[in-house]
């Protein structure tokens, strides 16, 4: 059996490739559109 922080660790790094994964998707005109706007309401 593993010990629990081993596990512990497996489920950060699958949470961090899938927040990962879901970053990539994101179009990079939604960023350039969202500093746009962050530099309009400055």
Known sequence: ???IP???LI???MEF???I???RKIP????KH???Y???IK
């Open 21 to 23: 994964s879901i970053v």
């Open 17 to 19: 490739s899938f927040f």
């Open 34 to 36: 969202a500093l746009e």
């Open 6 to 8: 081993f596990l512990t």
């Open 38 to 40: 962050i530099k309009f």
């Open 28 to 31: 990079r005109a939604f960023f």
């Open 1 to 3: 059996m593993f010990d």
């Open 11 to 13: 489920y950060r790094m």
